[in-house]
């Protein structure tokens, strides 16, 4: 049984616990809660002492507690036992807490070494990635300042990375900060993921280059930076431009024995049409149509060599879309007719003005009419609309075709882009959608298309409004 | 300009486009026509051939059609001759340089035979 008797506090029988220097140790011989007493440091971290049971032997440590004093003299042995248990379970807690709490710290202490290996496993990839690209790649910080360039970069600009890191951006490009400030205005728009855009870039004996560069933004955890990749496309520019000239040149030079053939059979056709027999007034016909097919070809080449280049240029005015579609219905009605097709014109009644170049804007919307007659099938009628449509102004051209291949629809505005099931009376150039599409989108305008197989294809093109743009 | 439009020296070098273009003129427009091959015959024979207009190729060998119009225009015998250009090339930018030039018009190369003479005196009724 345990002994009633009231705690006696012996001085200085009261001991302390090391690692709290705080805790009072009563004299009972019994355990005893804690007010949360604050700890000195172990192993690195703050402890708190809630609960605590003497000990009858005088050790200095044993579970964390020392210079504790009873007499054991004063206890009887039934008096002795339970707190010999309660040390036991004591201990055994320690030792289980200790477990449980030390485990997952050696688990977690795994678990960091394999996460910082896997860490620096990718970290040496992108490094090594970063220093193999062919491309040069530059890494600007948001105050327009070179932070990082690989190899490739190096060879490009012909100067060490540590003599350019840190330097601004002007160093690489000719005016490369107004460059990048163009792009930040525009960061985080739609269009700002990459940009491509020719600059001219600077070597380290000075020298210029012709460089193509897409930028694109890096979010990280310190702040934005732009990842310039930069090309020398001086080699490439340069066929280009031989390429551009030698087709402009080759085109120019078949006009001109065009103009004389073309001519020369109007003129024999105007002379001796209704006296001839038969046989040489169809090889007549013949050898006019195929010229003037010739003649087109060499227009439409020179056309999408221009928008091609950027040097298609435009006479912007206020239009009248209704003229527009009325002088292109006029100069297709013939050919409609050839193909066995009628041409129906809506208009909305009134003025419906876009802003636009008119010749362009006929030589659009004259190629869409020709396509319709040219899929439409026999006795067909294709519908050209003109109409308001929100703040844009839109044309439209309906057929009763058979409609866009699904195979062909992601070609379709491409340079020689033809349905290859398509016969051959169907021919062309191959050039007028993408003619039509360089036209509109220089008008700052939409071209699109609704097509159902075996039912036909609607055409339109959407416009700025002349309102719009004066207003 | 209030006489009528009758003689037209047009100055071609490529001499089967002239021969149609002068056909055209001739026989469809019912015009005078005489050709020049060059641009420096054009301007020997101007002030001899005293032209109601002029029709001028631009792309020529040594004297291009603008040099031959700044020449007209720079001498006070031949700066008041109209002239209208033929060309293959009708850019907005070349036109309007043309224009400046002081040509009348600008018509596109490779021309209609049928059209032709209508064009020029259309261009012709306009400037007058």
Redesign the interface.
Known sequence: MMDATPPRWREPAVGTISAFPDAPIPDSGLPWFLERVAARWMLGAAAVLLFAAPLFVEVDEIGGVRNVHADLSNLTMSQLRPHLWIFALQVALVLIFAALAIAPYFRNLAQLREITAIARDISNRQVAIFNAAIDAMVVIDRHGRVESMNPAAERLFDRPAIALVGSSIDELFANGILYLDGFNERRGTPRAPAIVRQLEGIRGDGSRFEAEIAVSTVRLDDGIRSLLIVRDSTERNRAERIKDEFVSTVSHELRTPLTSIRGALSLLDHALGTSLAKKPARLLQIAKSNSERLSLLVDDILDIEKIGGGRLELRLEPVDVGDIVAQAVEQNCTYAADHGVRLAATSRTGPLTAVGDSGRLLQALSNLISNAAKFSPNGGVVQIAAERHGQMVRMSVSDQGPGIPIAFQSRLFERFAQAGNQPTQRSGTGLGLAITKGIVDLHHGKIGYETEPGRGTRFWIDLPCAEGRVG | MTRPLKRIMLVED?A??A???T??LQ??GGFDVVHCASGMAALEQVGHIQPDLIILDF?MPELDGGEVLRRLRADPRTAHFPAIYMT?SV???HVAMLKELGALDVLK??????TLSDEVRKAWANAT
């Open positions: 490529d089967d486009v021969a149609v273009a056909m055209a026989d469809i792309s293959a850019m907005p930018s190369k490779p021309f209609d035979p049928m």
